[in-house]
């Protein structure tokens, strides 16, 4: 019984398989058959995640396929991120996070004034713009699923609120890596801090990093990114009590919350993965240097593949028509949280953390 449960993942989990090796084909065949490079200069993860917005709009995916596709869009995606702590050294998680915090404090801050303001003009819901002001500010479709119930959001504004975050998310997923490289002339740091504060969805920002690393060589930034935005979704702790708060001011009824319920739990294996890994090095670091190096690289290549193929299967379940019926005021109302946030992390970055580090 308990394997026949699992079976039933396994058809989707293939699929987002065989599109990650579809990417990797199209990648070598286009990149170095192609245009002659000795390494092809296209992105393995944005490959992926096109091929699949393709496939899911153009053909209709079976009940049987998404239930292994929402597998590994929550799962083997938080796998991949926990692999990546492999390739962090001792204490560069803390040596980031004391960087990253006050960036991330002060994107939240100016989103939440901005889409403040942006409401009262546009009139839009109360409800729609307090999912998208947590949705853009802290971790995506978590952020809204874990406070749609506590503002009592209905089914349609949920939606909407999730298919603008996938919007914007996957065009800065696919912009923003080149952009920043351009902008920061390359600098690992300022480009990392960038990207873990200026995109939505983890899965986006671990996407970023990882065309990052694939199209400009730099691992360091993917480490920086994924660790920044590990932190912004700790966030979820006082943000998610905070909108609460907010929203039910005044009434006399409010919904209950569970802090057990909304924290990442993903966030403590990452953490445990870098103290797996400086362990290592100093156990390993004479006897078995050889195979401890295999170790890394091998958790080190897993952790793409399966960041890879949670992209193929998050294009599969991306849905353009939900976007298109979104309707432009909160389309509106997500493009300037996506620019402000962008734009306040440049600042940030430029005034703040150039002239401190």
């Known amino acids: 019984m308990y394997l026949k449960k699992n079976l ?8 987002a398989f065989v599109l990650y090796s579809l990417s990797q084909g199209f990648n070598n065949i286009i990149g170095i058959e192609i245009l002659g490079y000795n390494k092809s200069p296209i992105s393995t993860a944005m490959v992926a995640i096109l091929l699949g917005i393709f496939f899911g709009n153009a053909f ?13 869009k929550e799962y083997i995606l938080k796998l991949g991120i926990i692999c990546l702590g492999i ?14 915090i006050p960036l991330i404090v002060i994107c939240i801050i100016s989103v939440l004034i901005v889409i403040k303001l942006l409401i009262k003009k546009l009139k839009i819901p109360t409800r729609m713009a307090y999912l998208i002001s947590i949705g853009s500010t802290v971790c995506g479709t978590t952020a809204i699923m874990a406070t749609a119930p506590l503002i009592k959001a209905n089914k ?27 902008y920061f002339d ?9 990207l873990g504060t200026s995109i939505h969805e983890t899965s986006q920002v671990a996407a970023a990093g990882l065309i990052y690393d694939q199209q400009f060589n730099s691992p360091e930034t993917l480490n920086i990114a994924t660790v920044t935005k590990l932190i912004r979704n700790t966030f979820l702790i006082i943000m998610i009590p905070l909108f609460a708060f907010l929203y039910n001011r005044g009434k006399t009824k409010e919904r209950s919350y569970s802090i057990l319920n909304i924290f990442p739990y993903f966030v403590l294996g990452f953490v445990v993965m870098i103290i797996f890994r400086n362990i290592g090095d100093q156990v390993f670091i004479i006897d078995n240097k050889d195979k401890w190096i295999e170790t ?24 353009l028509k939900d976007i298109k019926d979104m309707g432009y005021k909160p389309f509106l109302v997500g493009f300037v949280a996506m620019l402000t946030v962008g734009v306040v992390s440049i600042l940030t970055i430029e005034v703040y953390l150039k002239l401190f580090i």
């Open 60 to 72: 209709k995916v079976r009940d049987g396929l998404q239930k292994g596709l929402d597998f590994t």
């Open 296 to 319: 890394i690289d091998f958790i080190r290549s897993s952790s793409k593949v399966f960041l890879t193929m949670a992209m193929a299967a998050i294009g599969l379940s991306t849905n």
């Open 8 to 15: 039933v993942f396994m058809p989707g989990i293939i699929l």
């Open 186 to 194: 390359g600098e690992s740091l300022f480009v990392g801090l960038f």
């Open 87 to 100: 390739q962090l050294k001792p204490f560069e998680f803390l040596d980031f996070g004391k960087i990253a």
């Open 156 to 182: 349609n504004e949920i939606s909407y609120a999730i298919a603008n975050i996938t919007l914007f998310g996957i065009l800065s997923m696919l912009i923003y890596p080149y952009f920043s490289h351009f």
